[in-house]
């Protein structure tokens, strides 16, 4: 079973950074964070490939966020830097289902619990 648990959320002024953590138990074919603003649709903001690293990004956050994972896999991370107030949301880690690694919640079987993130101007 495969559980993932974030933390690392808070706010933050305009032009600041946070980092998200997710700790991870369980195989893991990809890894990816989501994100949920109020009255908006859950939208993939960047995944990895665990085995190879192979990372890719949502254009709204590219140059700005990086997703990484430690040496020993257990936990991924989130650098989110030039906060902007629409990168207010609820952040969620997820779990990819095996064979496929793409920024679709559809492809996803196992989430965390979000983190929330709010940043104002």
């Known amino acids: 079973q495969v559980q993932l648990v974030e933390s690392g959320g808070g706010s933050v002024q305009a032009g600041g950074s946070l980092r998200l953590s997710c700790e991870v138990s369980?195989?893991?074919?990809?890894v990816g964070w989501f994100r949920q603003a109020p009255g908006k649709e859950r939208e993939g903001v960047a995944r990895?490939?665990?085995?190879?690293?192979?990372?890719d990004y949502a254009a709204s956050v590219k140059g700005r966020f990086t997703i990484s994972q430690d040496y020993g896999k257990k936990t991924l991370y989130l650098q989110m830097n030039d906060l902007k107030p629409e990168d207010t949301a609820i952040y969620y880690c997820?779990?990819?289902?095996?064979?496929?690694?793409?920024?679709?919640?559809?492809?996803?079987?196992?989430w965390g619990q979000g983190t929330q993130v709010t940043v104002s101007s």
């Open positions: 997820a779990a990819g289902r095996p064979g496929y690694c793409v920024l679709s919640a559809t492809f996803y079987d196992y």
């Open positions: 369980g195989y893991t074919y990809c």
């Open positions: 990895i490939l665990r085995n190879s690293g192979n990372t």
